[in-house]
Nanobody, 123 residues
Framework: VQLQACGGGLVQAGGSLRLSCAAS????????MGWFRQAPGKEREFAAA????????AYADSVKGRFTISRDNAKNTVSLQMNNLKPEDTAVYLC?????????????????WGQGTQVTVSS
């Protein structure tokens, strides 16, 4: 599976962005999907995850209520709608695909990673 993320950019605090991740291959619906982020000098951290059908989602406490993850298996895409952005949301956002949904917050559970897209939130 190859993943290509896009949709990042520069936005003011309180604004919104929608990230998308396009996946190649016919087995997209077999993978749980996750979004992680990594700020300069910091470790990669979990943001959101969604299971194979889209029927189950999970969020980090830091983004809960502001971010929404969704997927379209017919289009092989997963999206992350980010609202009420804060300067601390500034990071490179990466999408990932994994065969297991348990331990969804653990990066090692994901088998494939996209290249990331930069999100910068100004105060």
């Amino acid at each position: 599976v190859q993943l290509q993320a896009c949709g990042g950019g520069l936005v003011q605090a309180g604004g919104s962005l929608r990230l998308s991740c396009a996946a190649s291959g016919r087995t997209f619906s077999s993978y749980a999907m996750g979004w992680f982020r990594q700020a300069p000098g910091k470790e990669r951290e979990f943001a959101a995850a969604i299971n194979w059908t889209g029927g189950s989602t999970a969020y980090a406490d830091s983004v809960k209520g502001r971010f929404t993850i969704s997927r379209d298996n017919a289009k092989n895409t997963v999206s992350l709608q980010m609202n009420n952005l804060k300067p601390e949301d500034t990071a490179v956002y990466l999408c990932a695909a994994g065969t297991a949904y348990y331990d969804y917050a653990k990066a090692y559970r994901y088998n494939y990673w996209g290249q990331g897209t930069q999100v910068t939130v100004s105060s």
